[in-house]
């Protein structure tokens, strides 16, 4: 027998002082609920943190390694124009232009980067376009130059052909005494071409006289000297001649060194503006106003050419189909960067500010298309519509659970005071709930959002079964006045006040074993869903009572009858409905049990082939049908792009956020390091996991490629690089410490890309991979598990540690995490509830094996939902994951209130049948609207915007459903098996022998 003292002493205590309960509950309600205030909000996905080595590995990559940019986060934009050219010399303006509004804009430029805060094709365009400019009026320049050397060539062999023959006419004055020097010279002027004057003639003359009284060598070399050229500074003929020639030569050298100088600074402004190093916009801007089409389609081409641009230049910033060296495309991409501040923030993760900049962003670029299409995709702008789509989804399904569980309500209670205190009670159940949220410093997240219709459709199904079965007691004791009231709610709390602990317990059992779960958000849901549940027996146990007590009561005295008939009692189309699971009881039992165990049989199989997903992809909405665009504010949904846009850009572009590393940890400076890193690379070019740019290159960044690329430009880089290269395959072998310092001296920022120096030690090494759009994040950690395995294929740990990490991988194992957690929570729930039961039932009924049969339809219908899940395609992902315990937590209230009844029936009646039948009539049908109300709750979920939740809804919704037929359909077989062979003899209903009385408020003696 059970020993009914303490419930009786609480439930007297309830319904006796009813007005204390009801002072209390308000000022406990005012306090906790004082806390609802302080509920933050989050989306972000670094919430769930595994405590994984790869996602230490991730947080040791964004700590130690730059990304180029130091604090930054980037936007990208897209422009497309699917029936025109984006690579016109308009187009190419109009992104400029763009830019320069976003400058303009004080929102927007507070954010940005201070070193060139936009990257795109355009910019390169500019900048290049100056180059060239440059680079052809140098090559003009040079080439007259050349032209200049070669008319001084041809005076320098004039010049020295008229000092031959001036010397030779010398010559001939020297050996013929009766020779006229002025003569002889005009008879050499008038055969060169080198212009001759009369102070030439007498210098020729002097020069005549010395070589004829010239008595020694010396004096005849000076004569010929003067008739020539005498050197720099000396008189004679041709001295004004070659000084202007030697003039000439200075001049030309000068110029020479002038454009070699010139030519130097275009090389190192091209290297500038390879490193992303652009000129001040407005001089882009006029550059490219300044071309013609015909120069800017020279210099698209050019930049845009297979050999030029490479992984990190204007190349990568096409779409992947581009043609290289094409001057037309239908789309390419900017990178808009902003500065977070010094603060390290989560990969994924923008701060509020950042979130406003973006969509001004977005906004700019919309305004400022003319006739081009600006995609504009950004963490804010995912995170922002994630909210919106959170926030749209309560807008619409909020209102329509309410309405829903108000219908169900009016069809099942028939009285509006009964729903009014139903939604009082349900509202009370929320504000506390929130209320511990905000005291206990958890977060509302994506998951969070399904605690407020858990605890609706739970709150309800409190409810009911209190007011359903006061309803009967008052039908039985047919008196109307205020203690029939209380007496009635006396006897009802003593009927269903032992299921509804019981549910409640294992309720929370159910949702407690989330804890096990090492995601935070998860364990989390666990804890505020726990505490919901614990708060409706509370609030529907003890505050909803006193105040229907004194309500009612106070009616009652003014002559208003209250009195009910409870939903399902009447023997109309419900009850006949209700009464199938105990006819096929009576039937043929153990029939419709082995269906049932076939079924599940089924289910379990495509329980093992359900897939697993966690990801951004999860939380972005896709469009709402147009009719919710015809709904009336508030409920009128906002415009969503992010997930068409997320698949346009997987498909066409490279993602700044999907990106992947191998770590190499250890002895770096190992001759072999540099080989390692580059079997690594090789694999990840072998199994496609790396997004290939429009030029045909993988795009991955290594030490390998960032030595190549600096050595290609610099020559001290070049020239280390050739040293350390012992067998000639560009891959230093040797002194990598030389190599490595030399790559921070010249090229100090792409250096720390790579290479991760700690005072002066080399410590780690990484290979970055940004992933090719469209794998899922199993395949690519198996592929870069597979390249880091590369690294250390011959065992020698002891040297590297190779790891891969990154986004993806992370996410990878949060899924396998998440699975674990299915798995290991619906073995906790399913062993801790079988175990409470059985206690349970062992001390109030005499018999464990009555909780064994309680909970078995709970458990049947797990294989159920998971079997259907399979079928219809549906993931578990981080509320999907939870199906599990929700389906036990949810479903054992139908068993418990069920048997429960039952076995207060069979005590009652003469035999098992009326008992079932009473039992299924009554409690029946206080869960058919129980049941209706849940799943009318879960159900409009299925309009939610927010896909997440639009699943959740639907497939707890078929729980609801699941667990409600296994209750009525299969549980009253399992109790007629039970009755009849595993139940205690003393409490066995037959024919009509029965022990049992009935206590005078419906309990046992």
Do not use: C
């Amino acid at each position: 027998m059970v020993d009914v003292g303490l419930t009786d002493s609480v439930t007297d205590a309830i319904a006796t002082h009813t007005r204390i309960v009801i002072a209390v509950m308000i000022v406990l309600t005012a306090v906790v609920g004082g806390g609802a205030g302080m509920v933050e909000q989050s989306s972000s996905l670094a919430q769930f943190e595994t405590g994984s080595v790869e996602e230490a590995k991730q947080s040791y990559v964004e700590q130690n390694f730059t990304s180029g940019r130091e604090n930054t986060t980037s936007v990208q934009v897209i422009v497309r124009n699917e029936t025109g050219n984006v690579l016109t010399k308009e187009s190419l303006l109009r992104s400029l232009r763009l830019q320069q509004s976003f400058r303009e804009n004080e929102t927007i430029n507070e954010s940005l980067d201070d070193e060139d805060p936009v990257l795109g094709v355009s910019n390169y365009v500019a900048a290049y376009g100056g180059i060239q400019e440059e680079q052809r009026a140098i090559e003009a320049e040079n080439e007259s130059l050349q032209a200049d050397y070669a008319a001084l060539g041809r005076q320098q062999e004039k010049l020295n052909q008229t000092a031959s023959d001036l010397e030779a006419a010398l010559a001939g004055v020297a050996r013929n005494e009766s020779a006229d020097p002025r003569a002889v010279f005009e008879s050499v002027r008038r055969d060169t071409p080198v212009n001759l004057s009369d102070d030439d003639a007498e210098t020729f003359e002097r020069a005549a006289r010395l070589i004829r009284n010239a008595e020694t060598d010396e004096e005849q070399r000076l004569a010929y000297a003067v008739a020539t050229y005498a050197g720099p500074g000396n008189e004679s003929v041709l001295s004004e001649e070659y000084a202007a020639v030697r003039d000439r030569a200075d001049e030309l050298q000068q110029r020479r060194e002038t454009l070699t100088e010139r030519g130097q600074q275009l090389k190192e402004r091209q290297a500038a503006v390879q490193a992303g190093a652009l000129p001040p916009l407005d001089e882009q801007i006029d550059q490219v106003e300044s071309m013609n089409d015909s120069q800017v389609e020279s210099v698209v081409e050019t930049l845009l050419s297979g050999d030029n641009g490479g992984n990190g230049g204007p190349l990568a910033l096409m779409a992947s189909n581009y043609d290289p060296g094409s001057t037309t495309a239908d789309a390419r991409m900017m990178v808009v960067f902003q500065s977070t501040g010094s603060n390290v923030q989560n990969a994924g993760e923008v701060s509020d500010d950042l979130v406003d900049t973006q969509l001004a962003i977005r906004d700019q670029a919309e305004r400022q298309s003319n006739g081009e299409q600006y995609i504009v995709f950004g963490f804010g702008i995912i995170g922002e519509e994630t909210d919106q789509s959170m926030g749209d989804s309560l807008a619409i399904v909020g209102p329509l659970a309410l309405l829903f569980v108000l219908l169900t309500l009016l069809i099942a209670y028939r009285d509006l005071l009964d729903i009014v205190l139903g939604f009082v009670g349900i509202f009370t159940v929320l504000i506390w709930t929130f209320g511990f949220m905000g005291w206990a410093d958890i977060t509302f997240n994506q998951i969070m959002i399904a605690v407020p219709v858990l605890l609706i459709g739970l709150s309800i199904d409190y409810a009911i079964h209190i007011f359903m079965r006061h309803r009967e007691q008052r039908q039985e004791r047919g008196a109307s006045d205020g203690e029939s009231v209380r007496g009635s709610m006396r006897a009802a709390l003593v009927g269903v006040g032992v299921a509804l602990i019981w549910v409640t317990a294992t309720t929370v059992i159910g949702f407690m074993s989330n804890l096990i779960s090492p995601l935070g958000p998860i364990q989390d849901f666990g804890i505020v869903s726990s505490f919901g549940i614990a708060v409706a027996l509370l609030v529907f146990g003890a505050f909803i009572p006193a105040l229907k007590v004194e309500i009612d009561g106070a009616l009652e005295k003014r002559g208003i009858d209250r009195r009910k008939r409870a939903f399902g009692t009447g023997g109309g189309r419900f009850s006949r409905v209700l009464s199938v699971g105990s006819t096929a009881a009576k039937v043929a039992p153990f029939v419709v049990i082995a269906l049932a165990l076939t079924v599940s049989v089924a289910g379990a199989y495509g329980a093992t082939q359900v897939d697993t997903s966690f990801s951004n992809e999860d939380f972005i909405a896709d469009d709402p049908p147009e009719y919710m665009y015809d709904l009336p504010e508030p409920f009128r949904p906002g415009e969503y792009s992010v997930k068409k846009n997320l698949d346009y850009i997987n498909d066409n572009f490279q993602r700044e956020d999907q990106v992947a590393q191998v770590l190499v940890e250890g002895d770096i400076t190992h001759p072999d390091t540099l080989e390692r890193v580059n079997r690594s690379e090789e694999r990840i070019k072998e199994n496609d996991v790396a997004f290939v740019t429009s030029g045909g290159n993988p795009s991955v960044t290594s030490p390998n490629s960032v030595i190549r690329s600096v050595a290609d430009r610099n020559g001290t880089m070049a020239a280390v690089v050739n040293e350390t290269d012992t067998d000639g395959d560009g891959i230093p072998d040797e002194n990598l410490t030389a190599v490595y310092d030399t790559l921070y001296e010249v090229a100090p920022s792409q250096a720390g890309q790579v290479i991760y120096r700690d005072n002066g030690e080399y410590r780690a090494a990484q290979v970055e991979v940004s992933v090719r759009g469209g794998l899922s994040t199993a395949e690519t950690t198996d592929r870069m598990r597979d390249a880091a395995g590369a690294v250390d294929d011959d065992g020698e740990s002891d040297i590297w540690t190779a790891t891969a990490t990154g986004s993806p991988i992370v996410n990878e194992i949060v899924q396998d995490q998440l699975l674990d957690t299915v798995i290991e929570s619906l073995m906790i729930t399913l062993v801790a509830v079988f175990g409470f039961l059985m206690i349970a039932y062992r001390v109030t009924h005499g018999s464990a094996s009555l909780g064994v049969v309680t909970l078995m339809p709970v458990a049947l219908s797990v294989s159920w939902i998971l079997g259907t899940m399979h079928v219809i395609g549906m993931p578990f992902n981080v509320l999907t994951g939870m199906i599990t315990s929700l389906t036990i937590g949810l479903g054992v209230a139908y068993s418990i209130h069920l048997s429960e009844r039952f076995n207060l029936e069979r005590k009652r009646r003469d035999n098992i049948w009326a008992a079932m039948d009473t039992s299924i009539t009554g409690t029946g049908g206080a869960l058919l609207g129980s049941a209706a109300t849940t799943v009318g709750g879960f159900g409009v979920l299925s309009l939610a915007i927010f896909p997440a939740l639009q699943q959740f809804g639907i497939i707890t919704g078929l729980t609801i459903i699941y667990a409600f037929i296994a209750s009525v359909v299969v549980l009253p077989s399992l109790l007629v098996v039970w009755t009849r062979y595993l139940a205690p003899e003393d409490r066995t209903a037959g024919t009509g022998d029965t022990d049992a009385s009935v206590h005078p408020d419906g309990g046992e003696n």
